[in-house]
């Protein structure tokens, strides 16, 4: 539909330049076209129209990021990392534990995350190594 198509083009391309002059070209009334749009499904099809419109620019859009991520811009180099999967968010996490004995540890885990989780301990200065306080093998 004309309003649909004139609704999805970016404002500064609209012929007729306003959706007064556009009502009046198809002639219908321009309270006619403000009911539609308070549809759902009548601003779906413009959204998807728009989105047509986006998928005819992509390589112009992927060139501009490209050309300003490789200028150095933080902002473009992280927006093409996420959209090629190639970004992920760094955070740091703590863990607390309340360990009574290293036995108590080595039950509850692998014999492999034990010993990871004895040398952690150890370092942190949470436990100290002692007798019967060794890795597992």
Do not use: C
């Not at 759902?40 to 099809?45: A, K, L, R």
């Not at 998807?48 to 180099?77: F, M, N, T």
């Not at 004895?118 to 190594?129: E, N, Y």
């Amino acid at each position: 539909m004309k309003v649909q198509r004139w609704l999805a083009t970016p404002s500064l391309e609209r012929s007729p330049a306003t959706q007064t002059e556009l009502a009046a070209e198809i002639g219908i009334n321009l309270v006619t076209i403000s009911r539609w749009k308070q549809s759902s499904e009548f601003m779906q099809v413009v959204y998807d129209i728009a989105e047509e419109y986006l998928g005819d620019d992509l390589p112009d859009i992927y060139a501009a990021l490209r050309k300003e991520a490789k200028a150095g811009s933080y902002q473009h180099i992280k927006l093409a990392f996420e959209m090629t999967g190639r970004y992920v968010e760094k955070s740091e996490q703590s863990v607390k534990a309340d360990v009574t004995s290293n036995a108590t540890v080595n039950h509850a885990i692998d014999t492999d995350t034990a010993g990871s989780i004895f040398d952690i301990l150890a370092a942190a200065g949470a436990i100290q190594p002692g007798v019967g306080d060794t890795p597992p093998e």
